[in-house]
């Protein structure tokens, strides 16, 4: 760290910072947090006590990382073998106490997490996942390795992500829920193993979707969920009966690339 950027960020006696690590100014890190040789914090950027952040990780400005959090650790993951890989976490992202963010498996790869998330207590981000913007993992909340998760999902208290499973846009998901197959955007999805119950109205409304978006959002949902027809079908139905808008073409994108298939709809016994 350059001499000029040591003056311009606060940085605590007791806290270890290796030499080639590269603190912005207004950085503040805390007692007993150890920053390694490879890392990058941008500007105004809050670490407190005992947080480790190693291996090659850039943080970007006006982060606020809590204690006993840890990121950019080897992945729990066998095929590991000590590879140069990558943790990328965007500006005004809070990550809270004990939280775990590991760095991707493979030459070259990498973890990412976008802009304006919250990882509340304990959440954990494993190998190779990639996080949108505005997201939030509520405490305990796990992903395993390569999942996804797009902008403004929201996913409840320990829930489990299986690896690569996608969470579309705007999705919600229950807490303790299970999931094993992708949820389709703007959707709620809950229980063991995940169904989906319904669609997030709260959440498309909250991120300014215009009101015929949402119409059209609900007819989709409701020919993909409620017509009997296959994955294909209700896909090919969908693009000849529902008019197109942003939100619809995204919609269906996501359900031809569902490779692990979708959570289905919750049945009445």
Same mark, same amino acid.
């Given at each position: 760290?350059? *001499?000029?950027?040591?003056?311009?960020?606060?940085?605590?006696?007791?806290? &270890? &910072?290796?030499?080639? *690590?590269?603190?912005?100014?207004?950085?503040?890190?805390?007692?007993?947090?150890?920053?390694?040789?490879?890392?990058?914090?941008?500007?105004?950027?809050?670490?407190?006590?005992?947080?480790?952040?190693?291996?090659?990780?850039?943080?970007?400005?006006?982060?606020?990382?809590?204690?006993?959090?840890?990121?950019?650790?080897?992945?729990?993951?066998?095929?590991?073998?000590?590879?140069?890989?990558?943790?990328?976490?965007?500006?005004?992202?809070? !990550?809270?106490?004990?939280?775990?963010?590991?760095?991707?498996?493979?030459?070259?790869?990498?973890?990412?997490?976008?802009?304006?998330?919250?990882?509340?207590?304990?959440?954990?981000?494993?190998?190779?996942?990639? !996080?949108?913007?505005?997201?939030?993992?509520?405490?305990?909340?796990?992903?395993?390795?390569?999942?996804?998760?797009?902008?403004?999902?929201? !996913?409840?208290?320990?829930?489990?992500?299986?690896?690569?499973?996608?969470?579309?846009?705007?999705?919600? &998901?229950?807490?303790?829920?299970?999931?094993?197959?992708?949820?389709?955007?703007?959707?709620?999805?809950?229980?063991?193993? *995940?169904? *989906?119950?319904?669609?997030?109205? &709260?959440?498309?409304?909250?991120?300014?979707?215009? !009101?015929?978006?949402?119409?059209?959002?609900?007819?989709?949902?409701?020919?993909?969920?409620?017509?009997?027809?296959?994955?294909?079908?209700?896909?090919?139905?969908?693009?000849?009966?529902?008019?197109?808008?942003?939100?619809?073409?995204?919609?269906?994108?996501?359900?031809?690339?569902?490779?692990?298939?979708?959570?289905?709809?919750?049945?009445?016994?």
């Amino acid at each position: 760290m350059s *001499a000029e950027n040591k003056v311009l960020a606060y940085i605590h006696d007791t806290a &270890v &910072v290796a030499p080639g *690590a590269r603190i912005a100014k207004g950085v503040e890190i805390g007692p007993y947090s150890v920053i390694g040789e490879n890392v990058e914090i941008g500007e105004g950027t809050k670490i407190g006590p005992h947080v480790v952040i190693t291996g090659w990780t850039q943080i970007g400005k006006d982060c606020k990382i809590f204690q006993g959090a840890s990121i950019g650790e080897e992945p729990q993951d066998l095929k590991f073998k000590g590879e140069k890989s990558y943790t990328f976490i965007g500006d005004r992202t809070t !990550i809270r106490e004990g939280a775990t963010v590991h760095r991707a498996t493979g030459e070259g790869e990498e973890t990412r997490i976008g802009n304006d998330c919250l990882l509340m207590a304990l959440t954990h981000v494993a190998h190779n996942c990639v !996080i949108g913007n505005n997201v939030i993992m509520s405490n305990l909340a796990s992903l395993a390795g390569h999942a996804v998760v797009e902008d403004r999902a929201v !996913i409840g208290g320990m829930a489990g992500v299986h690896q690569f499973v996608k969470i579309g846009r705007n999705a919600m &998901v229950g807490g303790m829920s299970k999931l094993t197959q992708d949820v389709v955007p703007y959707t709620i999805v809950d229980g063991h193993p *995940a169904k *989906a119950v319904g669609l997030n109205s &709260v959440g498309i409304s909250r991120a300014g979707i215009p !009101i015929e978006s949402r119409r059209r959002i609900k007819q989709a949902y409701k020919i993909l969920y409620r017509s009997g027809l296959s994955l294909a079908q209700a896909i090919a139905v969908i693009e000849q009966e529902v008019d197109s808008c942003e939100e619809i073409e995204h919609f269906l994108r996501f359900l031809r690339v569902a490779e692990r298939g979708i959570c289905r709809e919750r049945h009445a016994d």
